[in-house]
């Protein structure tokens, strides 16, 4: 596969990109995405810039499993785009979502982060290059280190505890998996021990956008979709205390006061749900 070969030569994280076979999309690929991935160090690849002999549903797949990032682009609600979208999903890729407008955003995918360009290609291709170069760091520590061959190499010694010579013993680095939502499990590898700064700034982003679109939904008539409601303010409530708490122990002072507010205007939604539940009230805001 493309993406492999590319992979063995240049040792360049490669991205996938999933988008519309449109030519209103072009500048977004060539000013944004590519650039982006060449800012971060790497490689773009779109499927119809490939040669190949297969179907191109299944270059598609065979792409999508074999590349380090994808990147898709979620303006207009193009319906190959989300399948693709979930199939990536469904092998556990780390997918980066991007569009243009807010409102294309179906419900099931508004706890995934996504960076929202309103058009701005400057802006795109600064925070696609920012999570781009975050994403390859997570990846890379992911990868387990490779044992140095010990042939030849002296034997441990007994009397002054030393391990014999050319092996790594250093500990691989822990992903932990996260349920984070009340219908989708987002799996989130924390990589705190990486670029710790970073990658609170990018968590707080993330959640800073789910409070936004929590704020912008109509609160919910049905008991069912009210006790849903809910169960998700609990949640994003518990993921800002566990920022907070990081935040407190990097000494981030701004951050801490941005997830502050945050939590106050989740407790906000949650007693307006709280209400709209009471007898003789009515749902909606």
Do not use: W
């Amino acid at each position: 596969m493309i993406g492999d070969r590319i992979r063995q030569m240049g040792k360049k994280p490669v991205v996938f990109v999933l988008m519309p076979f449109d030519a209103a999309f072009n500048d977004v690929y060539l000013l944004a995405i590519k650039q982006a991935c060449l800012d971060a160090g790497a490689h773009a690849q779109r499927v119809d810039e490939q040669i190949y002999q297969e179907t191109i549903l299944q270059r598609v797949y065979d792409e999508i499993r074999s590349a380090d990032l994808i990147v898709a682009e979620m303006t207009g609600r193009n319906p190959n785009v989300f399948y693709e979208v979930g199939y990536a999903h469904a092998l556990g890729k780390k997918v980066i979502l991007i569009t243009s407008e807010v409102e294309d955003i179906p419900f099931d995918l508004t706890y995934y982060p996504h960076i929202v360009y309103r058009g701005r290609m400057a802006v795109l291709r600064e925070e696609l290059a920012r999570r781009i170069t975050f994403l390859a760091a997570q990846r890379k520590a992911e990868r387990p280190r490779k044992r140095k061959s010990t042939r030849g190499a002296p034997g441990p010694s007994i009397l002054n505890g030393e391990s014999s010579e050319g092996i790594d013993h250093t500990p691989a680095k822990a992903s932990v998996a996260v349920a984070l939502t009340s219908n989708v499990s987002e799996r989130a590898s924390d990589f705190r021990d990486v670029v710790p700064e970073v990658a609170l700034t990018d968590e707080l982003s993330r959640i800073s956008f789910r409070v936004q679109q929590l704020q912008a939904l109509q609160l919910p008539k049905d008991d069912a979709e009210i006790f849903k409601f809910r169960t998700v303010c609990i949640r994003i409530d518990v993921e800002l205390r566990r920022l907070e708490e990081r935040a407190v122990r990097l000494d981030d002072a701004q951050s801490a006061e941005r997830i502050t507010e945050l939590r106050e205007q989740v407790a906000e939604r949650l007693n307006a749900a709280r209400v709209s539940s009471e007898p003789g009230t009515t749902g909606g805001i």
